[in-house]
T-cell receptor
Framework: AQKVTQAQTEISVVEKEDVTLDCVYE???????LFWYKQPPSGELVFLIR??????QNEISGRYSWNFQKSTSSFNFTITASQVVDSAVYFC???????????FGTGTSLTVIP | EAGVTQFPSHSVIEKGQTVTLRCDPI?????LYWYRRVMGKEIKFLLH????????ESGMPNNRFLAERTGGTYSTLKVQPAELEDSGVYFC???????????FGQGTRLTVV
């Protein structure tokens, strides 16, 4: 069964629009970690954020914000005032305390049109 | 500080040939992971080293794949013989022993023709 679901395969927005990338996860562990990674055209996976299961506070970092809701098992990522440099594939991932591996979603390809 | 580096960045080989991918983790990182992304699908776990020991190799698809981590430093992933379905992007990641986020390399794009 898929542990991390990113239902949006591709999204296109016009520069300066806000965009939200959805992530839904599934786990039976009470302790777990959620991540977002960005994959720019150069190919590497760039770490953006980690949240643990006991901290539901939303986080803002510049134009990026994350909304963690345990009630709906979601960890959504919003980019405000998008820029062309935000164009990339974004991956949501889950790591359970009982295991060292990451479970990734299939990724959302974001294109910001100038 | 140098990040995780992978070599080569691209490899095109014929079915039946052997390919060896290399990963140099961030210096001092005891955890080293290999992941693979097949076209359009999720990134999937292959295996995990702690120093030179294989901690978890449950994601290795079959015995054509062999991973080693000599002396707990760099790691190699050998595919022998390669099959068409082995095509994809192979990522390596590393992390310190007690940290949970992993730092990924740029990946090696393997194409088997």
């Amino acid at each position: 069964a898929q542990k991390v679901t990113q239902a949006q395969t591709e999204i296109s927005v016009v520069e300066k629009e806000d965009v939200t990338l959805d992530c839904v996860y599934e786990t039976r562990d009470t302790t777990y970690y959620l991540f977002w990674y960005k994959q720019p055209p150069s190919g590497e996976l760039v770490f953006l954020i980690r949240r643990n299961s006991f901290d539901e506070q939303n986080e803002i970092s510049g134009r990026y914000s994350w909304n963690f809701q345990k009630s709906t098992s979601s960890f959504n990522f919003t980019i405000t005032a998008s820029q062309v440099v935000d164009s990339a594939v974004y991956f949501c991932a889950l790591s359970e305390a009982s295991s060292n591996q990451f479970y990734f979603g299939t990724g959302t390809s974001l294109t910001v049109i100038p | 500080e140098a990040g995780v580096t992978q070599f080569p960045s691209h490899s095109v080989i014929e079915k039946g040939q052997t390919v060896t991918l290399r990963c140099d983790p961030i210096s001092g990182h005891d955890n080293l992971y290999w992941y693979r992304r097949v076209m359009g699908k999720e990134i999937k776990f292959l295996l995990h080293f702690v120093k030179e020991s294989k901690q978890d190799e449950s994601g290795m698809p079959n015995n054509r794949f062999l991973a080693e981590r000599t002396g707990g430093t760099y790691s190699t992933l050998k595919v022998q013989p390669a099959e068409l379905e082995d095509s994809g992007v192979y990522f390596c990641a590393s992390s310190p022993l007690r940290r949970t986020e992993a730092f990924f390399g740029q990946g090696t794009r393997l194409t088997v023709v």
